[in-house]
């Protein structure tokens, strides 16, 4: 990946799919055969093997909902910003949601969008490391737009059209986030860290709120206080502390 | 067994080839081990499982899950290997360690594999981003150091390379 290609316009490049395994599998070999560049932004209308949270089978109807997976050039982030750019990811699609309905948009620890307190997109970020170096990292985005049946197996899941009634150009709406992301990478590359942050907590799902979690085998309930730029939750259970995702399970 | 006996068993194990020595008495149960000499050990060591900045405070209500079942298999890993001029590939963060891309899918590498660099030989997991790690070298995998799915450290080693 050129270093001058972080000047690239995300969205610039965008590809249509037909039909392919995964977005995110496809943009990972396209840059490893030197294909793509920071930027490129791989659409589909169909993904014959989504993938959700590690291996999780993200389901989408053809050509309902956007199924997009961008490259970014990471070369001049440290490692731990890894984060970061989870938020920023996350907050570009509350851009694109924002922009339709006034309806509350709340981002869900560590990478789900809700809205009605169901599910409206997912983030599946990829990142290649080599040494302490990030190479670069694939962020993947399932946001439902126009999908109004879903599977009995989803779980609680929301659509745009479901919230506003209308429907949408899936692949015109797609260009349009990609701007949207682009202006939030902006501030990534920037160091602006604390303004996606702040901007990130701002919209958390049940801040402040009681909320049950599972630690091993003890459930206890604790206030959402934050998340780090870590990405560790902090929550209240008598005393304030961070956790990692993983080591505990939100029970919903 | 008295402590005059241990004494004795251990001396002879000290002087023997032998790895490790366990006996079993009705409710009494010994294990002796040999240390060796140039083992990747002592550094593995600075890592524990459980880091302590996530260890729960006493004064909290919560008990603390049990880490034993965790603790890493490297430690009584017995088979010798010329350690000298092997290269250790580390963990670049803390997170979730994973051999393989999925669970029906083959490990990315296995013990005996030739490697170059960029070439992908686990994922890390943190904080639901998925981590693909690539070589920084050139040579043969000889030894994989963590379990599949259990958690890593910070420079946590993850592979023994003998350089090409």
Known sequence: MSAASINNVIGKRF??????????????????????????AFFAFEQTAGRGQFNRQWLSAKGENIMLSVVLNTRELALNKQFLLNMACALSILDLFNKYTTEKIKIKWPNDIYCRDRK??????????????WQFAIAGFGININQTEFPAAAKRPVSLKQVTGETYNTVELAKEFCVMLNERMRWLYAGHDHEILNDYNRHLYSLNETENFKYGSVVFPAIIKGVNESGNIVLDSGIEKPYRSGEIEWLV | MDYKQIQELIKLVNKSNIGELSIEEKDF????????????QPEIQQFPVQAPLYVQPQAAALPQPVAAATAPAQQTATAPLKTDNLITIKSPMIGTFYKRPGPDKPNFVEVGDEI?????????????????????????????????????????????????
Do not use: W
Request: glycine residues 4%; charged residues 25%.
């Open chain 2, 116 to 164: 170059a660099p960029g070439k992908v030989v686990c994922i890390i997991e943190a904080m639901k981003l998925f981590n693909e790690i690539e070589s920084e070298v050139s040579g043969k995998i000889a030894k994989i150091l963590v379990e599949d799915a259990s958690p890593v450290e910070f420079d946590q080693p993850l592979f023994l390379v003998e350089p090409a």
């Open chain 1, 15 to 40: 590809i249509e799919l037909l039909s392919v395994d995964s977005t995110n599998n496809y943009a990972m070999q396209q840059v490893q055969n030197s294909n793509a560049d920071h930027g490129d």
């Open chain 1, 120 to 133: 409206a997109a997912g983030i599946l970020v990829e990142n290649m490391i080599r040494g302490k170096n």
């Open chain 2, 29 to 40: 149960k010994i294990l002796i081990k040999q240390k060796r000499d140039k083992v990747y």
